[in-house]
């Protein structure tokens, strides 16, 4: 499996930022993409569900968020279909 992209999920931009930072030091060719709280991730993840070489391979989740927190989205989650990554 290669990693192809990133979502980090967490309503705190400063923490959003500091991974996506944390990342870019690792030196690896992925694609970070962010979300305030669990539907708009929800939301990057059903446009991304048909296109394996966007879908995310890893997933950062904060569980304290406003909107929808990250228990309300890993039930949603599982739910999704999936492409075989």
């Known amino acids: 499996m290669n990693l ?3 979502l980090l999920v967490d309503d705190d931009e400063s923490t959003n930022f500091i991974n996506s930072v944390f990342i870019k030091k690792l030196d690896i060719d992925v694609d970070v993409y962010k979300a305030l709280n669990g539907e ?3 939301e ?3 446009e991304s569900s048909d296109d394996s070489d966007f879908f ?3 997933i950062t989740l904060d569980i ?3 909107v929808m927190n990250g228990w309300a989205f890993l039930e949603r989650y599982k739910k999704l279909s999936v ?3």
Do not use: T
């Open 83 to 85: 492409p075989d990554i």
């Open 64 to 66: 304290n968020m406003p």
């Open 56 to 58: 995310p391979c890893l």
């Open 4 to 6: 192809k992209s990133i």
């Open 44 to 46: 990057i993840l059903e």
């Open 40 to 42: 708009v991730a929800l």
